[in-house]
C-alpha cells in the first residue's frame, strides 16, 4: 500500500500564504488535495493528473497552485492569499480509490 505523509502546514494570518506538501511511499497517478474542515465532509480542493494538467474548486481557484514532481513522488499545494475559511485539515490522495489516508497537515488562518 501506498503510503502519503502531508506537511507544510501552519497557522497564519488572513492574506498570507503556505506551501504544503505530500511525499508518497511509491509512484502516485491522478492526485489531489482535499480539505476537511470541523464538522464538515472532507472534500476535494484541487487535482492533479499524471501529465500535470490542475483542476480547482471554485473556492480557491486564482489562490491556490497545485503542482507535482514525479521524480520526487511528490504532490504540492501553494495556499495565496488565505481566508479564514480555509481553515482546515488538509489531505492528499489520488481522486479516486483512494489509498489509506495520511494524517493530514492543520491550516489554521485567523487575525
Known amino acids: 500500500q501506498v503510503q502519503l505523509v502531508e506537511s507544510g502546514g501552519g497557522s497564519v494570518q488572513p492574506g498570507g500564504s503556505l506551501r504544503l506538501s505530500c511525499v508518497a511511499s511509491a509512484s502516485i497517478s491522478f492526485m489531489g488535495w482535499y480539505y476537511e474542515a470541523s464538522g464538515q465532509q472532507r472534500e476535494l480542493v484541487a487535482s492533479?493528473?499524471?501529465?500535470?494538467?490542475?483542476n480547482y474548486a471554485d473556492s480557491v481557484k486564482g489562490r491556490f497552485t497545485i503542482s507535482r514532481d514525479n521524480a520526487k513522488n511528490t504532490v504540492y499545494l501553494q495556499m495565496n492569499s488565505l481566508k479564514p475559511e480555509d481553515t482546515a485539515v488538509y489531505f492528499c490522495?489520488?481522486?479516486?480509490?483512494?489509498?489509506?489516508w495520511g494524517q493530514g497537515t492543520q491550516v489554521t488562518v485567523s487575525s
Open positions: 490522495n489520488r481522486v479516486n480509490l483512494w489509498y489509506p
Open positions: 492533479i493528473s499524471s501529465g500535470g494538467i490542475p
